[in-house]
């Protein structure tokens, strides 16, 4: 029987990154970050749409004004807020499942968000991702859900913590809601790498790596990178120092 649901993938971004202001527009091999993010989104095979979930702020104009030129939807709701921010992105589009991602994580791998949501459909889970046990470098991150499991979250806490991660009362309630974890194989399993947008480091790793792969293969994966900083160690030298930030 087809799974008619509709699935939409929502990206949170916004210009007032506390660390490094206006770091998903930044440009690398002639891209804003995020156009780069949204290019590897567009080949999840299972996607129905991609949605930017921003702010009213008028510092978020540029990002409205990038959905608006790639013909992808945008939704602009609370910066503080961001649990009823992503709710409302996923009613305004009509999307029955969530493929929450960030804006931090450009160099996302597809394969791996295919993953993520096919273990979603296959298993019946309320919660599927592939951080509640890290295996993937920072930066691969996926959290698959259904909006009215978002719904029921906003009915039971009014947390600030909890409105500010999205996710974080889903997983941090097992009591409550089925979850499931999709670690990666061996030659993929990097949790102490971070290929994450937090820094100027973070920046400089990732546009290195946009800047080598992608004239030649716009559809590299995350074995891809990993070949590559195999080859070219010293790369992990530039953000090997950067203190990540827990919730």
Known sequence: MPD??????????RMTSSRLP?????E???K??????IERLSRVPSLDGI???????????????LAARLGIGCYRGSEDDVLQRVLDTARAFDADVIVETTGDCPLIDPDLVEICVQGYLDSGVDYASNVLQRTYPVGMDTQVFA???LADVASRTDDVNDHEHVSLYIYRHPEIYSLKNFPGPEELTHPEMGLTLDTQEDFDLIA??????????PKFGLADVLALVKRRPELLTINQNIRRKHV
């Open 22 to 26: 206006g770091k998903v527009l930044m």
């Open 4 to 13: 008619n649901r509709k699935i939409v993938a929502t990206i949170e971004a």
């Open 28 to 30: 690398t091999a002639g």
């Open 32 to 37: 804003p970050l995020l156009e780069l993010m």
């Open 208 to 217: 290195k790596i946009f800047e080598t792969l992608y004239p030649q293969n």
């Open 51 to 65: 949605v930017i979930a921003t702010t009213v702020n008028q510092t978020d104009n540029p990002i409205a004004n």
């Open 147 to 149: 909006t009215d499991i």
